[in-house]
Structures are given as C-alpha cells and as structure tokens.
C-alpha cells in the first residue's frame, strides 16, 4: 500500500482556506464581511491592532504579564516555605503534618 505524502506547500494552503473561512466574521457581526486584504491580514496576524489594551502590558504598561504575575507569587510562595521556621505553629511548619493537632488542643 502507498501512501502519498501531501506537500508542504498544499497543507499550507489548505490551513490558510480554513482559517479564512474561520475568521471571516471575526471581528464584526456577520453582516460586516471583511475585504480580501484584512482577510489575509488576520490569517496571519489575529489582532488588529497593538494599542495598550490589546498589546503586551510590558511594553505599553511597564508592568508584568499574567503569567509572569503567577509565576513570580510562586516563587516567593516557595522561598517563603522553605524559610520558614518549620517548629513555628503560627507558620506553616511542621503544624501542617500533624494529624493530632496541637498541644493546646489536649488540655
């Protein structure tokens, strides 16, 4: 049995028809078609413009990303665990693991 391989250039083409046919109403109601040139402008550019609300806080805000926002508390949630003192029970020390609870629950 022979399979034939498709070119690369046809698998191109044929992803570029179906996110034109995807993206035809994008932006607008369905009433507002896009021309053949915004058209091929969001196929290989999603947004339609770069202002601050839509553009990389970075650059527009001087301030970090989302996943930059989570990625630094994790680090300091990290940093802060293993700092910690682990016989403190006001902290997350070894109070966390203990399944009796503390000494002031027995009296």
């Known amino acids: 049995m022979i399979r034939h391989r498709r070119s690369k250039r046809a698998i191109r083409r044929k992803h570029i028809a ?3 046919k995807a993206r035809k ?4 109601w369905p009433e507002h078609s896009l021309d ?5 402008m969001i196929v290989n550019t999603v947004p339609m413009c770069s202002c601050w609300m839509c553009g990389n806080p970075r650059r527009h805000l001087k301030e970090l990303t989302i996943q930059e926002q989570k990625a630094l508390l994790d680090t300091r949630e990290q940093i802060e665990l293993f700092y910690s003192d682990p016989f403190d029970n006001d902290n997350m020390g070894w109070s966390m693991y203990d399944a009796f609870g503390s000494d ?4």
């Open 25 to 28: 109403n994008y932006y607008y």
């Open 36 to 40: 053949e040139r915004q058209l091929g």
């Open 104 to 107: 002031e629950d027995l009296d």
């Open 18 to 20: 179906r996110l034109k």
